[in-house]
Nanobody, 123 residues
Framework: QVQLAESGGGLVQAGGSLRLSCAASGRTFSNYAMGWFRRAPGKEREFVAAISSSGSSTGYADSVKGRFTISRDNAKNTVYLQMHSLKPEDTAVYYC????????????????WGRGTQVTVSS
């Protein structure tokens, strides 16, 4: 089992920045690829970004590419999502997730999920 806890959400104006954090506990964090997902009101949950267990590979949704950066600190058991140039359409609950499969970071099929943190971008 891996327990995940997101933090760092809040209210920000369009064009602003936020950094989300996800602290992991339980099994060895460095064995897991990690991902960020989001669910906007009335929409399905969608993939945002993912990073391999070592941090050497990352992947992004087209909608956030160039604006968001995923990173991790395995010594601190934490994964981050740095968000710049935020838009009102980025408003959502953001979730981090852990994937125990090896290889390239994936966009689905994650095993463990946090409870989410709300990000609201005002226009």
């Amino acid at each position: 089992q891996v327990q995940l806890a997101e933090s760092g959400g809040g209210l920000v104006q369009a064009g602003g920045s936020l950094r989300l954090s996800c602290a992991a506990s339980g099994r060895t964090f460095s064995n897991y690829a990690m991902g960020w997902f989001r669910r906007a009101p009335g929409k399905e949950r969608e993939f945002v970004a993912a990073i391999s267990s070592s941090g050497s590979s990352t992947g992004y949704a087209d909608s956030v590419k160039g604006r968001f950066t995923i990173s991790r600190d395995n010594a601190k058991n934490t994964v981050y999502l740095q968000m710049h140039s935020l838009k009102p359409e980025d408003t959502a609950v953001y979730y981090c997730a852990a994937d125990r499969r090896v290889g390239q970071p994936r966009r689905s099929g994650y095993d463990y999920w946090g409870r989410g943190t709300q990000v609201t971008v005002s226009s």
